[in-house]
C-alpha cells in the first residue's frame, strides 16, 4: 500500500512540476546553473571513468581472445560494442544516480528540512517547478555526456590496446567500424533520455518528500541512489526488449 | 486584518486545532501564545494556507481564503512576508540576492531599482556591508534580520513569524522584538507571531492568543495577561523562576 502511495506522490509530483511556471528570467537562470552543477561539474568524472573502463575492456578482451584464428580487430569491435550498448547509457547513468542522484536528493532534502521550501511556498511559488523543473531540463543534456563517454571510452581502449602491445592502430580501428548498426547509437540515445528523467526526478521525490532532520537527509540520498539504480535497470530491461529484440 | 472562523484541523484522529475563532488587528503584533504542543505552529500554517482546515474559514480582509482559486492564493502570498523559525534564507545565494528574491519574482523593476530597494531594507534592519556574503557567514540574529529584510522588501500587508526568538540571546532577541514591532507600525500591517518566549509577550503582545491543547483559552494584551485569573495563563506566564520572583517581589510590595 505505501508503495503505492509512493508511485502515485511521484506523478503528483511530475504533475505539479509542470505547471505553475516560475517567471521566464528566474527559469532561464535557475537552468544555466543546473546545467553547471549537474552536467559539466560531472564531465571530469566521467572522462576519468570512462577512459580507464574502456582501457580495461580492451585489455580483457585482448586477453581472453588470445587464439591466433581470431583476429586482433575483434579488440576494438568488443570495446564498441561494450562501451556504445552498456558501459556509457547505463553503467555511467548508474554512476551518475551516485553523483547527481545524490547531490540532487541532499541539496532539495536540506532546503526542506531548513523550511527554504516552505519559504518558497508562502511567497506564493510552486516549489516543484521552480526546483525540480530546471534539473529536469538541464538534464535533456544528459545525453552529450554520455556520447563524450562512448568517445572517451573508445579512446581508452586504443591506446591502452595499442599502447599495452596487444592490437595494432589499424587492427583497433578496423574492428570499431567492423558491421557497424547506427540503429545501436539511436537504442543508446534513447535508453539515456529515459535515464536522464529517471535521474532528474526520482532523486528530486526523494529530497522533496522527506521528513525529519540532518540523519534523514543521508537517508534519503542513500535511498535515493538505490531506487534510481533499480530504475535505471529496469527501464534498461524493457527498452532493450522492445528495441533490440 | 485576518478573521479566523471555527478552523478545526486533525492530524490522523489526533485533534490538533479543536474550533478556534479570533481576530487579528491590522497594525498591532498578534501573538499566539502557549506551550509546546498547543497547536500554535499548525495554526499558523492554516493561516498561511499550508495546511487546510477540516472546518472552519479564515478571511483574509473579507475574502475566505478556502473559497480562493489558485490565482487569488498566489496573488495573497505576494502580500506575506514571513520570517522563520531559522530564518529560511536561501544558501546557496548572498544576503543581496535573498533579500532581493520576492522583487525578481514579482516585480518588473530594473535591477537598480531592486538594489536601491534592498539597500533600503537592509539598511532598516540595520544590516549594512553585508550585500555579499552568504547566509552562513554571518550570525544568527544577523541571519533573522535578514529573513525580516527580505520579509518587508515587497511591503507585505501581513508579516508572520514563527518563533522570531529561538536560539538568540535575550539582547538580540529583544532587538528583532522591537525590530517586528516597529515594522509592524510603520507599514501599518497585520503581525502574527508564533511565540513562547514570555520576553516577547512583555515587549510587543498588544494582541494576545492563548491557545492550549488546541482551544483558545484566553485572548488580551501584555498588561492584562499579568492580571489574568485565568488558571492556564497564570501557570503558562509564571512557569518561569524569573516571573515568579518578579511577582513575589510585586506581592510583598503591595
Known sequence: MAYLEDIGSYFLMLKRTFGGFTKRSVLKELIFKEIDDLIIGSLPIVIFISFFVGGVIAIQTALNVDNPIIPK???????????????????????????????????????????????????????????????????????????????????????????????????FTAGLQDSFNSFHLVYAFIKTFVFAFILATVPS????????????????????FVWTSVLIILANFIITQLLLS | MIKVENIKKSFGDEEILKGISTVFEKGKTNLIIGQSGSGKTVMLKCLLGLFKPEEGFIFYENEAIQNM??????????????????????????????????????????????????????????????????????????????????????????????EPNSGLDPKTATVIDNLIQEITHEYDITTVVVTHDMNSVMEIGENIVFLKNGILVWQGNNKEIFSTDNQDVTDFVYSSDLFKKIRDIQLKEQ
Not at chain 1, 521525490?205 to 535515493?224: F, P
Request: hydrophobic share 45%; aromatic share 10%; glycine share 10%.
Open chain 1, 73 to 171: 580487430s575483434l579488440i576494438g569491435y568488443a570495446t564498441r560494442q561494450s562501451i556504445i550498448l552498456e558501459f556509457a547509457p547505463t553503467f555511467m547513468s548508474i554512476i551518475m544516480a551516485g553523483k547527481v542522484g545524490s547531490f540532487i536528493t541532499s541539496s532539495i532534502g536540506s532546503m526542506r528540512v531548513t523550511e527554504q521550501i516552505d519559504a518558497l511556498e508562502v511567497m506564493g511559488i510552486n516549489s516543484l517547478n521552480y526546483l525540480v523543473f530546471p534539473k529536469i531540463i538541464a538534464l535533456l543534456f544528459f545525453p552529450f555526456v554520455i556520447a563524450l563517454s562512448m568517445f572517451i571510452g573508445i579512446t581508452g581502449g586504443l591506446l591502452a590496446g595499442v599502447y599495452g602491445g596487444f592490437t595494432t592502430y589499424t587492427d
Open chain 2, 69 to 162: 482559486d489558485d490565482e487569488q492564493q498566489r496573488t495573497l502570498r505576494e502580500e506575506i512576508g514571513m520570517l522563520f523559525q531559522g530564518g529560511a534564507l536561501f544558501d546557496s545565494m548572498t544576503i543581496e540576492e535573498n533579500v532581493m528574491f520576492p522583487l525578481r519574482m514579482f516585480t518588473k523593476n530594473k535591477k537598480s531599482e531592486m538594489l536601491e530597494r534592498v539597500n533600503e531594507v537592509l539598511e532598516r534592519v540595520n544590516l549594512g556591508g553585508v550585500n555579499k556574503k552568504y547566509p552562513s557567514e554571518i550570525s544568527g540574529g544577523m541571519q533573522k534580520r535578514v529573513s525580516i529584510a527580505r520579509a518587508i522588501v515587497n511591503k507585505p500587508k501581513y508579516l508572520f513569524c514563527d
Open chain 1, 205 to 224: 521525490w526523494q529530497g522533496y518528500y522527506m521528513k525529519g532532520g540532518a540523519l534523514e537527509v543521508g537517508k534519503a540520498s542513500t535511498n535515493s
